[in-house]
């Protein structure tokens, strides 16, 4: 079980990775999952922008 939560409450463990990176306690930090959502994201946003291009 992840004891952040991310594969049971995906809101809650956004929350919980926000307000531990806003205190800076690097501890409560779940690395793996954050920086798949992070690079995921920039997919994604890539995805978008191309997408848009082509549209026009």
């Known amino acids: 079980m992840n004891k952040w939560g991310y594969e049971t409450d995906y809101y809650q463990w956004t929350q919980l990775m926000a307000q531990a990176l806003r205190e800076r306690d ?8 954050l920086i798949e959502e992070i ?3 920039g997919k994604s946003q890539r995805y978008s922008a191309v ?6």
């Not at 690097?26 to 999952?33: A, F, L």
């Not at 997408?51 to 026009?56: F, G, V, W």
């Open 26 to 33: 690097y501890s409560r930090i779940d690395w793996d999952n």
């Open 51 to 56: 997408k848009r291009r082509s549209l026009r």
């Open 39 to 41: 690079e995921d994201m």
